[in-house]
């Protein structure tokens, strides 16, 4: 018999106590069950037991496995699973239920750089931002929805879980609460988009209610904050609508809003407050999507582009 669901229960509880999300918990949790299956299969069965040797096994392990698309995991999978399993046992070391922590000196795998994905132009921005139907509720509150992605980067469920509060539509600014590494934040809100909230919560929005106490922003019909899946739906229904080929889901408005913000000049460290990057090199992608313009520079401006050869 493990020892493993007693330390797992302590963890989660930590968790717990400084606030994690509960889906982000529960991830955590399914990591870490993963991890103690392997190791029971290794014959391990107490935490004490276990070394960075096991540790590193399991890294392997996990680049040598497949998912459920029969696809190998990617370097982003693989090193949230080893960020889990490194945050476990440092807290146990912490806790004193260990003596040292052995993943401390575990590495990550190196993550390759790529740039964002499915970036949308100016005039395909518009496109979406009109495919809605404005003269239904769902399609105001749709409208609202995309103008808010575009104009602040949110993510996704920082949009789900947008209070009436949190929407300052006067003043133009947006108050993210509990953000990616539970960080709250404030950011500038659009006056385009400032007046679809406004017509939104004024007028639209009293006819999705059914509880009166519930404060989210955007609803369903069914008067329920709206959820990932729907917003992704949602999201497709539009693109398909424009006609736009590319794969368009919510992260694309994150991913476009910061690369023509800079496109127009916005400095790097503005964008990184704006996005909510806890360090500038997650925002420095963002200077290597614009090698489009450098090289539409480079043909107009370098001189042995003018030789006519």
Not at 38 to 49: G, R, S
Not at 159 to 175: E, F, K, S, T, W
Request: aromatic share 10%; proline share 3%; charged share 25%.
């Amino acid at each position: 018999m493990s020892d493993f669901n007693h330390f797992k229960e302590k963890y989660q509880q930590h968790l717990a106590v400084i606030r994690f999300a509960a889906g982000t918990i529960k991830r955590y949790i399914y990591f870490l069950n993963s991890f103690f299956k392997y190791l029971e299969e290794m014959n391990i069965f107490e935490i004490a037991a276990v070394t960075k040797d096991h540790i590193q096994d399991y890294q392997t392990h996990l680049y040598e496995a497949v998912n459920s698309r029969g696809e190998p995991n990617s370097v982003f999978h693989q090193n949230n699973m080893l960020k889990v399993i490194k945050g476990f046992f440092r807290f146990l070391a912490e806790q004193n239920y260990l003596v040292s922590d052995p993943s401390r000196d575990v590495s990550y795998a190196r993550t390759p750089k790529r740039l964002p994905r499915s970036i949308l132009t100016g005039p395909e921005v518009k496109k979406m931002i009109r495919a809605p139907n404005t003269k239904t509720a769902t399609g105001y509150r749709d409208r609202a929805i995309i103008e808010v992605f575009y104009s602040t980067g949110i993510r996704r469920n920082e949009l789900i879980n947008l209070q009436l509060a949190d929407v300052d539509y006067h003043d133009g600014l947006v108050r993210v609460n509990s953000g990616k590494g539970s960080k709250d934040r404030v950011v500038p809100i659009g006056r385009i988009a400032c007046r679809y909230i406004e017509n939104y919560v004024k007028q639209v929005r009293p006819m999705l209610v059914k509880n009166p106490t519930d404060n989210h922003l955007f609803l369903t019909m069914n008067g329920t904050k709206i959820s990932e899946n729907r917003l992704w739906e949602l999201i497709k229904i539009y693109s398909k609508r424009s006609k736009i080929k590319k794969n368009i889901t919510t992260h694309t408005f994150r991913h476009t809003c910061a690369t023509l913000m800079l496109k127009n000049k916005a400095n790097i460290r503005h964008i990184q407050e704006l996005l909510g990057h806890s360090s500038l090199e997650a925002t420095q992608i963002y200077t290597r999507v614009s090698i489009t313009d450098l090289k539409e520079v480079h043909s107009k401006c370098h001189p042995r582009e003018k030789d006519k050869e």
